[in-house]
């Protein structure tokens, strides 16, 4: 059947407006969803990465909740923005290069996170959140007190940490035989086992450790690197989520909920 030339258009027209408003509805769909002004990737939800167990900052407890010191602020985000917080388990290495912010598993990170320049050049972070300093733990009654005194012996360290970077600088000088462990609980049990002498790591963790195994272990040696945690979230593609995680820090800290939170988790907050 032919029809008349206005007629052809008029369809024509209308087709055209049809396809750009499906097109339209499309890109809305393919979009981040949005709270009070904030990108991110699931509605209703503010999506984290993290890597367990890494207590006091972020462990399950019996009942298999998340819980702990950066789980706890960031659920001050997820209020000021209206929605939940949504807690993802993923390997710290995907948290450190950015990949997991990068394809979209999480809106940021709270992992007991050092800001560095290094990851600076991957990821975003906001600001400084926890003073942290390194330690030694050791089995009680070992004699170690110092790095010198591990000279030819094993020194355990996270992989992808601070705390290693810190460790494998010294490795020459000190003759450390350095001994890498994916997470935290391994290296945990490997200085319970006596598979390494010591170990390094961020210093709430191992009082953290201390306290739920009395008069088994012991810190040796604590030392000041300077290192300040903070959130990461994706380099350069969320400046209001960025915007508002700074906005509740620093709330938190003016009106006192940053250091009931601090002392629960973590103990008296160091004077400034």
Not at 127 to 133: H, L, S, V
């Amino acid at each position: 059947m032919r029809f008349p030339s206005a007629v052809r258009q008029a369809g024509l027209v209308v087709a055209v407006a049809a396809l750009a408003l499906t097109a339209g509805c499309a890109k809305k769909d393919d979009s981040e969803v949005q709270a009070s002004g904030v990108k991110l990737v699931a509605a209703g939800k503010l999506t984290v990465c993290t890597h367990l167990p890494y207590p006091p900052f972020q462990s399950k407890d019996a009942s298999g909740k998340v819980t702990g010191f950066d789980v706890e602020i960031m659920d001050l985000v997820a209020k000021e923005l209206g929605v939940e917080q949504t807690i993802i388990d993923t390997p710290f290495e995907g948290i450190k290069s950015g990949q997991d912010l990068n394809t979209g598993k999480c809106d940021a990170a709270a992992a007991g996170m050092t800001i560095t320049d290094e990851r600076r050049k991957v990821i975003d972070f906001s600001d400084p959140y926890f003073d942290a300093t390194q330690a030694m733990l050791v089995k009680t009654g070992k004699p170690y007190k110092s790095l010198d005194d591990l000279r030819g012996r094993k020194l355990g360290v996270q992989a992808a940490t601070t705390g290693r970077d810190y460790a494998k600088k010294l490795e020459a000088e000190k003759g450390l035989k350095l001994v890498e462990f994916e997470d935290l609980a391994a290296l945990q049990q490997a200085v319970a086992n006596g598979q390494v002498e010591a170990a390094i790591n961020d210093l709430p963790v191992w009082t953290e450790y201390l306290k739920k195994n009395p008069g088994g272990f012991e810190v040796a040696a604590e030392f000041d690197t300077g290192e300040q945690y903070g959130f990461p979230v994706k380099k350069d593609a969320n400046p209001e989520l960025l915007k508002k995680i700074n906005e509740v820090l620093a709330k938190a800290k003016q009106d006192g909920t940053y250091n009931t939170i601090y002392e629960k988790w973590i103990g008296k907050r160091p004077s400034a």
